[in-house]
């Protein structure tokens, strides 16, 4: 908007702008709604003038503004890459380059290469695939571990829901096997009041634990994200 125009008028012609989308032939109402809250949703009209590739990438650089979780030289584990924007963020951070990459996603979807970014196609609940993100960072011990995953949906909430928290303890399980001694783990999850156990891990293995919520996630989501800092190293559960 531009600048030196009242605020009545700017609101006005916020109402006036907004895209409305018609249900087409063969599109469902809830495609269309979705293709409606995208048009008119600030962070991906914001994503395309900024380079990056999805609304994501603005959750995880609030995130870092807020608890500084990433530093230059750190190491980076990237889980459920695609389309790509939390690595895209990380990498300049960290200093990640082509010639000494300090970050490895990972994905069953196809995605565009990222300068300083090792990417793996390849689905993470393989059972292969926690040592070849390993190996793809030289054996040397991630210093972070993120998680963007989620399940393809069901429709059943409750279904989801499970499916989700089982791909996030998964994710906090393989970080609590390979985090570097201070490290940070971040997750997105989905509050639905099935995460006890997933939380009772992370404070155990871990000095700070929280729940965070970006201004870039969407008001009426169910979705948050875990943030747990200070990996106390190797240790033995009771």
Do not use: C
Not at 15 to 23: A, G, P, W, Y
Not at 34 to 51: C, E, I, K, M, S
Not at 152 to 178: K, M, N, S, Y
């Amino acid at each position: 908007m531009t600048k030196g125009t009242g605020q009545g008028i700017g609101r006005r012609g916020d109402r006036d702008l907004k895209v409305r989308v018609k249900t087409a032939k063969g599109r469902k109402i809830g495609s269309t709604l979705w293709l409606q809250r995208q048009l008119n949703d600030p962070y991906v009209a914001r994503a395309r003038t900024d380079g990056y590739r999805s609304r994501a990438a603005y959750k995880l650089k609030e995130l870092d503004e807020r608890y500084h979780l990433f530093k230059k030289g750190q190491r980076i584990v990237d889980l459920g890459a695609a389309p790509g924007g939390w690595s895209l963020v990380a990498a300049p951070i960290v200093g990640s380059t082509e010639t000494a990459p300090l970050i490895v996603g990972i994905d069953y979807l196809e995605m565009d290469p990222i300068p300083g970014v090792i990417l793996l196609k390849k689905d993470f609940t393989d059972e292969d695939a926690p040592d070849q993100l390993i190996a793809a960072l030289g054996g040397h011990k991630p210093d972070v571990v993120m998680s963007d995953m989620a399940a393809p949906t069901t429709g059943h909430r409750a279904t989801d829901h499970l499916r989700i928290i089982a791909l996030v303890e998964l994710a906090a399980d393989f970080a609590v096997q390979v985090l570097a001694p201070g490290g940070t783990f971040i997750a997105k999850v989905f509050q639905g009041g099935t995460e006890h156990e997933l939380l009772a891990l992370l404070k155990r293995h871990f000095a700070t634990t929280l729940h965070a919520k970006p201004k870039a996630s969407r008001a009426d989501s169910a979705e948050t994200y875990l943030v747990a800092r200070g990996f106390k190293g190797d240790q033995h559960d009771e």
